[in-house]
């Protein structure tokens, strides 16, 4: 199960990245060819989502079956064991979460790019034309 961590990581890390790169200011001759790069991932990270889901689903079952430790004949091994795992939980939510709000932003983010650099190019036609 630990691979498929990794591959969340590594996805959110991409999305983190590029969206840095897009929003970054000075980098306009990187930043054309960054959106049509951006542009053609955003379709293939969008299965982010049924994945993050799926791992939901499973920190889910965990926490439904997981033997609870609230009494008193808990060995500190035991207790320590059940903290840890509380704590796994919590971290791959976040990192779920994580992936999820980079995505969005980044599919939100290139659409106003997008959008700005047509109203540019709009604003330089009409500049021509005058």
């Not at 959110?12 to 542009?39: D, H, Q, S």
């Amino acid at each position: 199960m630990a691979f498929e961590w990794v591959v969340l990581g590594y996805a959110a890390g991409a999305e983190a990245i590029t969206l840095l790169l897009l929003t970054l200011p000075g980098l306009n001759p990187l930043r054309k060819g960054l959106i049509t790069v951006t542009r053609n991932l955003l379709k293939p990270f969008l299965s982010i989502v049924p994945f993050c889901l799926f791992l939901l689903m499973d920190i889910y079952w965990k926490y439904e079956t997981r033997p609870t430790c609230e009494s008193e004949s808990c060995s500190p091994s035991e207790h320590l064991r059940h903290q840890k795992s509380i704590m796994k939980s919590q971290r791959n939510a976040l990192l779920i979460a994580c992936a999820l709000i980079f995505y969005w932003l980044l599919y939100a983010v290139t659409g106003l790019v997008v959008k700005i650099d047509l109203l540019n190019k709009r604003v330089e036609k009409l500049k021509a034309q005058d």
